[in-house]
């Protein structure tokens, strides 16, 4: 058995403040028995990729070394829980959106750069990083096999399919979404979460979906983040919901050796025919 968190809390100016504000959640959590904690996309600052400035780099740090990675790996210790860190990393002269994945001894066992980088009002991802390098990874943590994307990456199917054929158990996506400053009448909520139900229910696997909340103001393209953060069944359904603008703590428990025995009774993965895929590792289609 496990039991996986989601979580999600508005994000201030104020750096310190949010990395106790995370903690907190993280404590919260393990104290209704979490064994797997998953907090928001880049939960240490504001969503600083409204806009554009220079000035943000400043905020990116090497993953050896960063205290921020440093004080969850202590209080994955502590609390013996699996803490997937979201962090801005600068390796070099590029810069990265990385989920540093922390098993339940504190001990990282990688990291992962985020694929897909998305460009738009309010969405400036492309000024800040580069495409991720590491391939998709599943990780083998002290209770069970996570697959991870972050943010945008969660709207590729393909992502989850690859993570799934790695023997991932469950799926998370740590994310940070919200309004759309060009359409201010626009709510993507339900779509976002639908589009990820359709990941568990196509590979039978839990998803776990942590969003920010609060309006982000200053410079331009402001947003408000609608939280909704949710944990899906192996099957796609909602079993767990956050609401759009409160810090909350959500938990499920799921048997994985029954889902996985699930899972090879539906013959989801037996009938594949990837002699039928090959268009899809083409731009244009063709194979």
Known sequence: ??????????????????LDGAEQ????????GANVVLLQELFEAPYFCRYQDQRFFDWARPTEGNPVIARFQALATELHVVLPISFFERAGQTHFNSVAMIDADGSVLGVYRKSHIPDGPGYQEKYYFSPGDTGLKAWQTRFGRIGLGICWDQWFPEVARVLALQGAELLLYPTAIGSEPPYPDLDTSRHWQRTMQ?????????????NRVGTE???TNDVT??????????????????????AVVLTATFDLDSLATQ???HGVFRDRRPDLYRSIISLDGVT
């Open 25 to 32: 959640l993280v404590r919260k959590a393990a104290a209704a």
């Open 217 to 219: 103001t200053g410079g």
């Open 263 to 265: 899972r090879l009774s």
């Open 198 to 210: 359709g990941h568990a229910a196509a590979n039978l696997i839990p998803v776990v979906a942590s």
């Open 225 to 246: 983040f609608y939280g909704s953060s949710f944990i899906t069944d192996n099957t796609g359904a909602i079993v767990s919901e956050a609401d759009r603008e409160s």
């Open 1 to 18: 058995m496990i039991t996986v968190a989601a979580t999600q809390m508005a994000c201030a100016a104020d750096h310190a403040a949010n």
